[in-house]
T-cell receptor, first 110, second 114 residues
Framework: EDQVTQSPEALRLQEGESSSLNCSYTVSGLRGLFWYRQDPGKGPEFLFTLYSAGEEKEKERLKATLTKKESFLHITAPKPEDSATYLCAVQAAGGFKTIFGAGTRLFVKA | EAQVTQNPRYLITVTGKKLTVTCSQNMNHEYMSWYRQDPGLGLRQIYYSMNVEVTDKGDVPEGYKVSRKEKRNFPLILESPSPNQTSLYFC?????????????FGPGTRLTVT
């Protein structure tokens, strides 16, 4: 069964304290792995799509990487405005469903 | 402005009273989808549609119906709502089926069934 697990559930950082969020996945062939950001009371906002192991993508203080079993979202020198829930999702080859993890709530304190 | 809209944003109803949550996108997207979001469970896909008149079940379709008669609209129908359908619902769309397409989400509909 296709599955996505994110850790930790919550992460509290000081401003400037770099860290990483983990997304472990089990799928029968990966078509794409996605990262989204979700602010309270809003819909998820797309960040990245990764397709194959070894791929990396960057956007401002965020960098997403992918291996055959997991993805990491690295946050460099975070700011309070980076506080949000970060969601990981996968689409398996041969299908059109999107499977999400439960998310990691990130709190960045000034 | 390119967007996905949902109505209503908030709804409180009683068990068994049929309701429809509307979803509309103005980006000419082929693929549309409904999700529910519950604490600790994340987003779970209810139904998706790859084009007009083409729909398929996601992971949690029980108790829901959808239709796709027009490209821009994808309503979610609860024929006989029950309290376990109390949740936050999101509609989403993307240009096509491929994973390389960015998915756009609506603002959400918070449904409470008493």
């Amino acid at each position: 069964e296709d599955q996505v697990t994110q850790s930790p559930e919550a992460l509290r950082l000081q401003e400037g304290e770099s860290s990483s969020l983990n997304c472990s996945y089990t799928v029968s062939g990966l078509r794409g792995l996605f990262w989204y950001r979700q602010d309270p009371g809003k819909g998820p906002e797309f960040l990245f799509t990764l397709y194959s192991a070894g791929e990396e993508k960057e956007k401002e203080r965020l960098k997403a990487t992918l291996t055959k079993k997991e993805s990491f979202l690295h946050i460099t020198a975070p700011k309070p405005e980076d506080s949000a829930t970060y969601l990981c999702a996968v689409q398996a080859a041969g299908g059109f469903k999107t499977i999400f993890g439960a998310g990691t709530r990130l709190f960045v304190k000034a | 402005e390119a967007q996905v809209t949902q109505n209503p944003r908030y709804l409180i109803t009683v068990t068994g009273k049929k309701l429809t949550v509307t979803c509309s996108q103005n980006m000419n997207h082929e693929y549309m989808s409904w999700y529910r979001q519950d604490p600790g469970l994340g987003l779970r896909q209810i139904y998706y549609s790859m084009n007009v008149e083409v729909t398929d079940k996601g992971d949690v379709p029980e108790g829901y119906k959808v239709s796709r008669k027009e490209k821009r609209n994808f309503p979610l129908i609860l024929e006989s709502p029950s309290p376990n359908q109390t949740s936050l619902y999101f509609c989403a769309s993307r240009p096509g089926q491929g994973a390389y397409y960015e998915q756009y989400f609506g603002p959400g509909t918070r449904l409470t069934v008493t």
